[in-house]
């Protein structure tokens, strides 16, 4: 037999060992089982008297590690909650749908649904009217026998109840000689009285064609026989060949329904939708009723914890084959306002790529300010896009033929139709896509040569100078002036101040920057240029068919803030030119099909998020005419400069012209005032490089940005007739050159 004092030393080393336990420790299983197994088989009489011998004091300090008398906490115990918002947070919270559909708020979106319908109303009614003397009337006439014939008919069966007649035959079949007696006489009553009923019409009938035929004037029987035949006509089309044709043939689309998306969303190979739906759920929760949006259906969609809305972009060829619909008309998008696994699908009636050419608002505009944002497409929902111009430069990028150039001539023709821009252009293609805008530009190349080549890049050099002096200009104007330190419209119209928007346009520029001898240098002046010089007025639209590290710099690539790229080969392209991590994000502009979906990309950084948009287009005759009219607003306010008035281009190697020392140096001091023809004569003579061809219009242009206005000036012609035409004084000439030196000694 144990004794007494083992027993309670056994039990204090397994009571400080389960305290340890309680501690983190780890705790030896073998010896805790033996130890209970020996316990339990102990007799009541071997158990130690445990009140006898008290539990070791436990200290209160927490720091010892001992756990309370609660024991251990466990991992699975449902913690303290605490109450919810109440009904007010709940209520503000909320999201309060719009009254009225955004359609009705947007004007251009009202007057273009106006628009289409009073197309569609008319349309329909010069269709029938077309056909109303040559088919229909001829229809109903050849019909009226037919009519009749079924008008007599009709008015005899039911005169004699036929209708009833299987009734009747059925109950006798059944030999039910109770119901059908029943029948029989109810037949009875119906005949006597419908046979009344259709004597008198018949009678009424007979006066009133007697009377139209002996009685009434002749017009009243024309009218009479007209009707007649139109009615008996229309009773007489058969049911399959109705009398009109259809005006307009609908385009059936099925509606787009839960069940429809829970299925497509099930096939898509998203493991926690699909075992959902297994399971009989839907694995999607709807959290707004499937709407109509546009020419198309919005689904506002709740997608499972841990997917997110890329995961659906990244499968939306298989969502399309879901839904049964092209893949130019689903078009999965994320919520900016909500959580990462909102999912606004929106599934169009007709494929984006089929919606026909875009028209642009401004091609047919006056004026235009690059202060506001420049129209450049249509998203899928039929809703007009726009990009900023002011402090943003823009990279657009695609394969050969997908619609890159056709980007860039829509924004070069919005700085355009703002007579204040000075557009610098550079074709480095040589196919001459931008040529039809040389006539507003300060600087115009066009062609791959080295030679071209130089000039894009002596363009970057002069415009980093021209950053770094617009920098100073910005330092010293007042700070009622311009609070910001940056450009304003106030502020470009101030025409001293030479802060007018500077817009330099770069297409192909992959044969600039990977240029051997000049390529380096024009990676380092346009990085400098996107840097500092969005808040000076000074805008780079550069587009490129090869992004990669060679052909466009990162230091470039990763600076622009607007961003749009068509069709391009893969992931690194797709994230050269939206950005770093665009692909993973689900923004892919290799899900667009080559030629199919030329003119549609992805447009980055001019919205919340990026979106597809298809751009407008303007061929080249529609660009020439938007040229000429911008042509006429530069000339009108004086501001022409540089190769769109034949001056020679400014090199940063090689020499310069500067035209009012020219018209100083052919204007002698005993020459108070001139005519502006013979200075054009004068200035032809002296540089027929430079100014051959000049007229007294083209001088008057050139000198009013320098702040020299033409007078009547009277004077002899070579003839010696006394009379009087436009020119300037020698004093104004000189005053503006004082002054313009003034400005560049304080600069």
């Not at 449902?78 to 009254?99: C, N």
């Not at 900023?388 to 919005?414: D, E, F, W, Y």
Request: glycine letters at 8%.
């Amino acid at each position: 037999m144990k004794h007494p004092d083992d027993d309670n030393e056994l039990f204090n080393r397994l009571e400080a060992e389960m305290a340890t336990a309680s501690d983190g420790a780890v705790v030896d299983l073998d010896k805790a089982r033996s130890a209970r197994t020996e316990s339990a088989d102990r007799t009541p009489d071997s158990v130690p008297d445990r009140s006898a011998d008290p539990k070791p004091t436990r200290s209160a300090d927490p720091s010892e590690g001992e756990s309370d008398d609660s024991g251990p906490a466990l991992v699975d115990r449902a913690a303290p909650t605490q109450s919810g918002p109440g009904l007010i947070d709940r209520i503000r919270d909320s999201k309060r749908l719009d009254v009225l559909p955004a359609w009705v708020k947007s004007g251009p979106e009202f007057a273009d649904a106006m628009r289409w319908l009073a197309g569609h109303v008319w349309h329909t009614i010069a269709f029938h009217a077309v056909r109303v003397p040559f088919l229909y009337v001829p229809k109903l006439v050849w019909r009226s026998p037919r009519g009749l014939a079924n008008s007599l008919t009709r008015v005899g069966r039911w005169a004699v109840d036929a209708e009833g007649e299987p009734l009747r035959q059925a109950e006798a079949r059944r030999e039910n000689s109770e119901l059908y007696l029943k029948l029989s006489r109810q037949r009875d009553r119906r005949v006597r009285l419908r046979m009344l009923v259709t004597m008198l019409g018949a009678v009424a009938a007979l006066v009133m064609g007697l009377f139209l035929v002996f009685g009434a004037e002749p017009m009243t029987q024309v009218i009479a026989a007209v009707v007649a035949v139109l009615t008996l006509g229309w009773l007489g089309a058969p049911a399959d060949a109705p009398l009109t044709t259809r005006a307009v043939i609908k385009t059936e689309v099925q509606k787009l329904t839960s069940d429809i998306v829970v299925k497509a969303m099930a096939s898509i190979g998203i493991g926690q939708i699909a075992s959902a739906v297994a399971k009989g759920q839907d694995g999607i929760k709807f959290v707004a009723p499937i709407t109509r949006e546009g020419p198309g259906w919005r689904a506002d969609i709740d997608l499972p914890l841990g997917v997110t809305v890329a995961d659906v972009a990244d499968r939306r060829a298989r969502l399309a084959s879901g839904l049964r619909r092209p893949l130019g008309c689903v078009w999965p998008d994320a919520d900016p306002s909500e959580h990462e696994g909102r999912l606004i699908l929106w599934v169009g009636d007709r494929d984006l790529s089929k919606t026909g050419i875009v028209k642009w608002p401004l091609a047919n505009a006056s004026k235009h300010d690059i202060f506001k944002r420049i129209p450049f497409g249509i998203d899928p929902r039929g809703r007009a896009q726009s990009v900023p111009m002011i402090q943003h430069n823009i990279l657009i990028g695609s394969l050969p033929g997908q619609g890159k150039t056709a980007s860039v001539r829509v924004l070069s023709c919005g700085a355009a139709m703002d007579p204040s821009v000075e557009l610098w252009l550079h074709e480095n293609k040589g196919t001459g896509d931008l040529d039809s805008l040389e006539c507003v530009s300060h600087r115009f190349v066009s062609g791959i040569d080295d030679d071209s080549i130089k000039y894009a890049a002596d363009s970057l050099k002069l415009l980093r100078e021209e950053v770094m002096r617009r920098a100073a200009a910005i330092k010293k104007l007042p700070r009622d002036l311009c609070p910001d330190k940056r450009v304003t419209r106030t502020i470009a119209d101030k025409r001293s101040l030479k802060l007018w928007p500077l817009v330099g346009v770069f297409d192909e520029c992959q044969n600039l920057f990977a240029h051997p001898k000049y390529g380096k240098q024009a990676g380092d002046d346009a990085e400098f240029i996107i840097k500092l010089g969005r808040a000076l007025g000074v805008i780079l639209i550069l587009a490129t068919q090869r992004p990669d590290k060679d052909s466009l710099p990162t230091g470039i690539s990763g600076n622009v803030s607007i961003r749009f790229a068509l069709k391009v080969a893969g992931q690194v392209e797709n994230d050269m030119i939206l950005g770093t991590s665009a692909y993973k994000n689900g923004v892919r502009a290799t899900s667009f099909r080559p030629e199919i979906d030329a003119g549609n990309g992805y447009l980055a950084g001019a919205t919340a998020l990026p979106v597809v948009v298809r751009t407008a287009y303007l061929d080249d005759n529609a660009t020439h005419a938007i040229a000429q009219r911008a042509h006429a607003l530069r000339k009108a306010a004086g501001t022409l400069s540089g190769h769109a008035l034949g001056e020679e281009a400014e090199s940063t190697s090689g020499p310069s012209y500067d035209l009012l020392a020219d018209v100083a140096a052919i204007v002698p001091p005993s020459e108070e005032r001139v005519w502006n023809e013979r200075i054009a004569a004068r200035l032809a003579e002296l540089r027929p490089e430079v100014y051959g061809g000049w007229k007294g219009e083209n001088v008057t242009s050139a000198l009013k940005p320098h702040g020299i206005k033409t007078r009547d000036v009277a004077g002899t012609t070579d003839d010696g007739t006394r009379t009087t035409r436009r020119g300037i004084a020698r004093t104004d000439l000189t005053k503006a050159i004082a002054e313009r030196d003034e400005r560049r000694g304080a600069a």
